[in-house]
């Protein structure tokens, strides 16, 4: 045989030496949860190993995942009732606690790269992620000026990258347009660009007590039948000045953020979802599963499919892991 595949495996020199995809914690952006008030720490029953924090807390977290090399950080209010109306006033208010937080995060450590969330989801009583008329419809165009509102908002804390996740047609250009004219032309946009109507989403929404009151959210997310789709979504967002594209969930949609890879020279991001979180931890925790060696291999599927970064609740954790 003039082939032998297995000489380039034969010790762990060599296989390093030829791998084709090396995971570091430079590839993480580790989501967290935001709680009002101070001295909390309350876990998420569904994620095992994951909190929802108080600012103290939160800011303790983010000074350990920067000594681990994690410099990246998502980070979603968990919003009370009492401040929900059904258009996300509270989103653009100066006062809300998640504006002024994301404040004292940012001055808090210059050097990390915050990023938020742009959708009316946790702020509105419908749950959905866009405002609802009286017949259940999502209003599209009438959204997005609360969007572009919201964005500008969160931009005016100093935040590094704004992120659209609520699948409205034209948020991109809209919210690029208003951050613009507010003087914000260094504030990037990473878009949910191919985010699926998935059953992976459960427990985020326990988390931030977000899920829709009413019907679901298949007239504004993707079809998790469609691929072709999202190179629609992809180009629409790069064409309305989207910095960063990203596919949502990552495990079961490896082919979608491969053909975005293939047909954009933008950075392509992937969201490694709360469900594929869940399922990972929960067959770990019963001795199903190599916890620490699923992660990495999980993380890795991920890359190697060509996300250049991973949102991921892992990040934490893989980054101990990596540190080993």
């Known amino acids: 045989m003039l082939q032998r595949p297995r000489r380039n495996r034969k010790s762990g020199a060599i296989r390093e030496m030829v791998e084709e995809t090396t995971l ?9 949860f935001l709680l009002e008030g101070s001295n909390k720490s309350v876990p998420v029953e569904s994620m095992p190993g994951i909190n929802r924090l108080s600012l103290d807390n939160m800011l303790k977290e983010i000074e350990t995942c920067l000594d681990l090399g994690v410099k990246v950080f998502d980070i ?7 401040y929900k109306d059904k258009t996300g006033t509270a989103s653009y208010d100066e006062n809300f606690f998640y504006l002024k937080a994301l404040t004292e995060i940012k001055k808090k450590f210059p050097e990390a790269c915050i990023m938020t969330d742009v959708a009316l989801d946790p702020y509105n009583v419908d749950g959905h992620d866009g405002i609802v008329d009286d017949n259940g419809v999502i209003l599209n165009d009438e959204t ?7 964005a500008v908002a969160q931009a005016e804390t100093g935040i590094d990258i704004i992120g659209p996740s609520d699948m409205m047609d034209g948020r991109v250009g809209e919210i690029r347009e208003a951050l613009d004219e ?11 660009t191919a985010k699926y109507a998935s059953a992976f989403y459960g427990p985020f929404r ?15 997310q993707m079809n998790p039948a469609n691929k072709r789709e999202a190179l629609i979504e992809a180009e629409q967002d790069e064409l309305e000045g989207a910095d960063m594209l990203m596919v949502k969930p990552a495990m079961t ?16 991001t992937a969201y490694n979802v709360s469900g594929e979180y869940a399922m990972i931890k929960a067959a770990a925790q019963k001795g199903w599963l190599d916890n620490d060696r699923v992660i990495l291999e999980t993380l890795l599927s991920i890359k190697r499919a060509g996300a250049d970064a991973i949102l991921t609740y892992f990040a934490k954790e893989a980054a101990q892991l990596l540190k080993k």
Request: proline share 6%; no cysteine; glycine share 4%.
């Open 206 to 220: 326990d988390a931030l007590d977000s899920a829709p009151k009413s019907g679901d959210k298949k007239t504004y």
């Open 76 to 82: 979603f209010p968990v919003v009370d009732e009492k």
């Open 182 to 192: 507010s003087g914000f032309t260094n504030t990037s946009i990473m878009s949910y």
């Open 253 to 268: 949609y490896l082919d979608v953020i491969h053909l975005i890879r293939e047909k954009t020279e933008l950075p392509v």
């Open 144 to 150: 997005l000026d609360v969007l572009a509102q919201m």
């Open 24 to 32: 570091t914690t430079k590839d993480f952006i580790f989501p967290l």
